[in-house]
């Protein structure tokens, strides 16, 4: 209650939060709220001369293409962005944890490799590393979100790891180690739970950078693959009509910048209430 009173005191985090609401509300009532079938490609959808309909009050925000609704495949476009968004992000939190806390605990040779494969991962850009995984293996909606997740959770490990050298020196861990708790209890009784602030706060501003980096990857055709929808395959399959129908680039991709800056104001918002060194700070 403490941290939903402290974001509803923050004007733009309330904004992020009320937008991540209703996009999530909007993806799961997508079946309900989407006026047509995502993939019913319509007679009335075209013009006579074969072109995308604009918005209008039987198309809310027109058709593509191939005479399908906009509007609906957004809706569930916005499925597909969110579960591997949610999925992928969750996966390269949960990775960064452990690499970064037992490195961290270990140290010496165990923890010195476990940081230097990390090094070795950060050395590579992240777009490419992805593009090359996605390329080598068949793009699905899971296909994607394991190949996100494997190039995502680097910043995790290097934050994590910092944090758990100097949570080891800490009295509180020293008194532990004295009185003969195991290493299994120090881990998971003492250490994580301090953890989990930073866990919570990096996999809410992850969700953005993985919503985007979905969005290029499908953008660029290795990601999630037609007829499902998501928000960079929409706009890939649109851009040789970016200047004869600019809707069906600028509505996806407002819906892109919109959720994604949403989720970095939550982000920002967790990262003031719940790290005590930024409390107190303008």
């Known amino acids: 209650m403490r941290v939903v009173k402290a974001?509803?005191?923050?004007p733009s985090a309330l904004f992020g939060l009320i937008v991540v609401v209703v996009v999530v509300v909007m993806a799961i009532a997508?079946?309900?709220i989407a006026p047509y079938s995502p993939d019913n490609q319509m007679f009335d959808g075209l013009t006579l001369e074969g072109a995308p309909m604009p918005p209008s009050d039987q198309f809310l925000l027109g058709t593509d293409t191939l005479g399908r609704d906009l509007f609906s495949r957004l809706l569930f476009g916005a499925r597909t962005s969110l579960v591997i968004g949610l999925v992928a992000n969750g996966i390269a939190v949960a990775i960064g944890l452990v690499i970064g806390i037992l490195s961290g605990y270990l140290r010496g040779f165990v923890g010195g490799l476990l940081m230097r494969?990390?090094?070795?991962?950060?050395?590579f850009p992240a777009l490419l590393l992805a593009i090359v995984l996605a390329a080598l293996l068949r793009p699905s909606l899971w296909i994607v979100?394991?190949?996100i997740a494997l190039v995502n959770w680097v910043q995790v490990a290097r934050i994590v790891y910092t944090e758990t050298r100097g949570l080891v020196e800490r009295d509180f861990i020293l008194a532990e180690r004295s009185?003969?708790?195991?290493?299994f209890r120090i881990l998971f009784?003492?250490?994580l739970p301090h953890l989990m602030p930073t866990a919570i706060v990096w996999g809410t501003l992850g969700i953005a950078t993985t919503v985007l980096l979905e969005a290029t990857l499908s953008f660029l055709g290795i990601g999630v693959q037609p007829p499902q929808p998501?928000?960079?395959n929409i706009i890939f399959e649109s851009q040789s009509y970016f200047q004869a129908a600019p809707w069906l680039v600028f509505f996806p991709g407002a819906i892109i910048l919109l959720t994604a800056l949403s989720?970095?104001?939550v982000g920002d918002a967790l990262r003031d209430i719940l790290d005590p060194t930024q409390r107190g700070r303008g």
Request: no cysteine; hydrophobic share 60%.
């Open 7 to 10: 974001m509803l005191r923050q």
């Open 189 to 191: 009784m003492h250490i």
């Open 30 to 32: 997508a079946p309900l």
């Open 145 to 147: 979100a394991m190949v």
């Open 230 to 232: 998501s928000w960079g």
């Open 179 to 183: 009185l003969g708790a195991g290493h």
């Open 263 to 265: 989720f970095n104001l």
């Open 117 to 123: 494969f990390t090094d070795l991962m950060m050395a």
